[in-house]
């Protein structure tokens, strides 16, 4: 019994230690990932990499009128928060990928 219980101890070490070498991996790779936010048919388009860390902002013309920075604005945000969920999305399912062979109980699979 006693055997039984080391051996699956040690099995759980080497399975979470593989995990945190693909997680370290997988947090390089996604520095590397951009995706792309748009709003206002791409008048306004945000990019950040995977780790959600904005890069990028590109602001057409045409998006531009002084008399109604408001909309500006509005466009922003939108293309942000477009950008800001597509990298989460790519976070859960990198993440996904890793957890999903461990049998971790629910809500633990990140």
């Known amino acids: 019994m006693q055997q039984d219980f080391s051996k699956m101890m040690r099995e759980a070490q080497k399975s979470l230690q593989k995990m945190q ?3 370290a991996k997988m947090q390089e790779e996604l520095k590397t990932v951009t ?6 048919g791409g008048v306004v388009k945000v990019t950040c990499n995977g780790q959600a860390e904005f890069t990028a902002v ?5 998006a531009v009128d002084p008399g109604d920075v408001e909309t500006l604005e509005d ?4 293309a942000v928060k477009d ?3 597509k990298a989460q999305q790519l976070i859960a399912d990198r993440t996904g990928s890793i957890t999903r062979g461990l049998n971790l109980p629910p809500g633990m699979g990140f």
């Not at 995706?35 to 206002?40: F, I, K, L, R």
């Not at 466009?75 to 939108?78: D, I, K, R």
């Open 75 to 78: 466009l922003v945000l939108a």
């Open 21 to 23: 070498q693909d997680m």
């Open 83 to 85: 950008a800001s969920q």
């Open 58 to 62: 590109k602001i057409s013309p045409e």
């Open 35 to 40: 995706v792309e936010g748009t709003a206002g």
